[in-house]
């Protein structure tokens, strides 16, 4: 199991926005988890190798005017915007679909199903191919902590692991946005 704890700020990091981890297995620090707020992707590091997840393109939510327009005219949906997983070579090693309040996640050739457990809860579990057994969680165990947990099995490698709680966090912080975001 992975724990992500809250790093200390550095004077050059003291007010900017995004949040950091240190990312511990074991007891053992393995890596560090970077989530940039303002530009919704993260930077991590695990074992000295570097990964990143962004989007392919910025984030733009569909205005209800315009969502009204399209089914009226008949026009296609916006293309998918998809979260990549990229390593330091740039080589795409996940790539996670938004989906209602989920992911799809293609993962090489297998497909792998994020949700939220419930609208209350702050775990997310991990399914194969919309299974019913769920496989492992990720997400905030204990409502009053800052620490994050990825409690997923062994044949997921560290990197994916922690591309999850990059995905877990992607949820919440847009989720926010959306909220705070002015009506069109």
């Given at each position: 199991?992975?724990e992500?704890r809250p790093?200390?700020r550095?004077?050059?990091?003291?007010?900017s926005?995004?949040?950091r981890?240190?990312?511990?297995?074991?007891?053992?620090k393995?890596?560090a988890l970077?989530y940039d707020i303002?530009s919704?992707?993260a930077?991590?590091?695990?074992?000295?190798e570097?990964?990143a997840a962004?989007?392919e393109?910025k984030r733009?939510?569909e205005?209800?005017?315009?969502a009204?327009?399209?089914k009226?005219?008949?026009?296609?949906?916006p293309?998918?915007?998809?979260?990549l997983?990229k390593?330091?070579?740039?080589?795409v090693?996940?790539q996670a679909?938004?989906?209602?309040?989920?992911?799809?996640?293609?993962?090489?050739?297998?497909?792998?199903?994020?949700?939220?457990?419930?609208?209350?809860?702050?775990?997310h579990d991990?399914?194969?191919g919309g299974g019913?057994?769920?496989?492992g969680?990720?997400?905030?165990?204990k409502f009053f902590t800052?620490?994050?947990?990825?409690d997923?099995?062994?044949?997921?490698d560290?990197p994916?692991q922690?591309?999850?709680l990059a995905l877990?966090?992607?949820?919440?912080?847009?989720?926010?946005?959306?909220?705070?975001?002015?009506s069109?």
């Open positions: 199991m992975l992500a790093s200390k550095g004077a050059a990091h003291r007010f926005r995004d949040v981890f240190d990312v511990f297995e074991a007891d053992a393995i890596g970077v303002k919704e992707s930077t991590f590091d695990v074992r000295g570097a990964f962004a989007r393109r733009r939510d205005r209800l005017y315009e009204a327009w399209r009226v005219s008949g026009s296609d949906k293309p998918a915007n998809p979260m997983l390593d330091a070579g740039g080589a090693l996940a679909d938004a989906k209602g309040a989920g992911w799809l996640i293609a993962r090489g050739s297998e497909v792998l199903e994020l949700r939220r457990r419930s609208v209350f809860s702050r775990l991990l399914y194969r019913g057994q769920a496989l969680w990720v997400g905030q165990r800052t620490r994050l947990h990825v997923l099995p062994s044949e997921f560290a994916f922690i591309f999850t877990a966090l992607d949820l919440t912080f847009v989720s926010l946005d959306r909220l705070n975001a002015p069109a």
